[in-house]
């Protein structure tokens, strides 16, 4: 067991979580892919005003945004009933950063996806959601750096040039603000959606300015083209074509975002089906080695088994055959002397009382004369007697029943 799974598990425990073994699980798989990101645990406020302690994945995720690799600051928390419910995701900006309000990120932070509202224990995983957010965030990010004070014009000025003469490549900056020359994050641009063409010549601002949408510019279909070239228009009348244009290029724009995101989605899970399966298959083949190597130790088993019933057999057979004759008293065991008195007093008695019977066999066959039949019947009777006063007394002084 790692070092993360047995912090994991201190943590689930911690937190009573319900389904502890499928949440490991899920964290595991996320983790293994994810390694900025580490298990934590931290108090959430749900908007009812309930506060619980819960689980989050606190680190970052590698974003591709415009050819540079940026790492976003996240943090998703996970319910007490994982996976069975969605978590709940943040970026967190730090203190040179600031949340760009979009889509999929609102003023506080929470990530919006449809993987989050359309949450299924069976087909969604951590590790589908941060692929999904990786994916969300090349395409517009969630953060941007806040503008630098007028004192770094001058070092970003000098410093854009290296020591061969050569432009270096800066990151994404603010078309409303000079250059920064290490800024780690994309900083703001008037528009929520910039256009990925830079807004000057100048090779230090390669963000792009804000742009109104022109949806008559929009138009990529040639014969709409040709057909509105026939007819002749006053420049500065908008006419029924010019509409009717901009209505179909903004429903072809929806229906592309739209087809984009489902598209990504569904990758997204398939991307995450086809790791399930891979580890499927590792695991079986895991398992059979196992069954087989059971079934392997159960054969093992089973032979010394009868090998050591052999020898305990013959070595009993030994013991046997070499044993002194034991007496018949010694056989009968006894927790203690007056137990064994007890047993030596109740058998004189049936024995008195056996010969008692033959003597009466004896008259009857006239093999006994009755004077002697007398005589012993007197004899044995007061022996008799005297067996079962004893016998009594004994049980008496051991608490048993008379």
């Not at 014009?153 to 020359?181: K, L, V």
């Not at 008195?341 to 019977?357: R, S, T």
Request: charged fraction near 20%.
């Amino acid at each position: 067991m790692t070092s993360n799974e047995r912090i994991l598990n201190d943590l689930l425990y911690k937190c009573s979580y319900k389904y502890k073994d499928c949440t490991k699980r899920d964290i595991m798989g996320a983790l293994t892919y994810f390694k900025d990101l580490s298990p934590k645990t931290d108090k959430y406020v749900y908007p009812t005003g309930i506060v619980k302690e819960l689980v989050c994945l606190l680190g970052t995720i590698p974003v591709n945004f415009r050819s540079s690799v940026y790492n976003i600051p996240v943090q998703i928390y996970l319910n007490d009933t994982h996976p069975y419910e969605a978590p709940i995701a943040y970026v967190r900006p730090t203190a040179e950063m600031s949340v760009n309000v979009c889509e999929t990120v609102d003023a506080s932070g929470r990530i919006r996806l449809p993987c989050l509202t359309e949450w299924n224990h069976q087909n969604s995983d951590l590790y589908m959601l941060l692929n999904l957010m990786a994916i969300k965030f090349s395409e517009q990010t969630p953060l941007f750096s806040k503008p630098v004070r007028s004192t770094a014009i001058a070092s970003a000025s000098t410093g854009a040039i290296n020591s061969h003469g050569m432009s270096t490549p800066p990151y994404p900056s603010d078309p409303r603000s000079p250059f920064s020359h290490t800024p780690p994050y994309p900083t703001a641009s008037v528009m929520s959606y910039p256009t990925p063409y830079p807004a000057s010549n100048n090779p230090y601002y390669p963000m792009p300015t804000a742009q109104a949408y022109n949806p008559m510019k929009s138009v990529s279909n040639p014969n709409m083209n040709q057909a509105t070239a026939r007819v002749s228009y006053p420049d500065d009348t908008i006419k029924p074509e010019h509409y009717r244009m901009s209505l179909i290029s903004a429903v072809q724009d929806k229906i592309r975002a739209k087809f984009k995101d489902v598209y990504e989605e569904k990758a997204a899970e398939m991307d995450s089906l086809k790791r399930v399966n891979s580890d499927l298959e590792s695991s079986e083949s895991a398992l059979n080695a196992l069954i087989t190597e059971a079934e392997n130790e159960c054969l093992n088993i089973e032979h010394l088994s009868a090998e050591l019933r052999t020898d305990e057999l013959n070595e009993s057979l030994k013991l046997i055959r070499h044993r002194d004759s034991t007496s018949v008293e010694d056989a009968v065991v006894t927790p203690g002397p007056l137990y064994r008195q007890m047993v030596q007093l109740y058998a004189e008695e049936m024995a008195i009382q056996d010969l008692l019977y033959f003597l009466s066999q004896g008259v009857i066959h006239k093999s006994v004369d009755l004077d002697n039949f007398l005589k012993q019947v007197r004899l044995l009777s007061r022996k008799q007697f005297y067996l079962r006063a004893t016998l009594n007394k004994a049980r008496q002084q051991a608490a048993l029943p008379l």
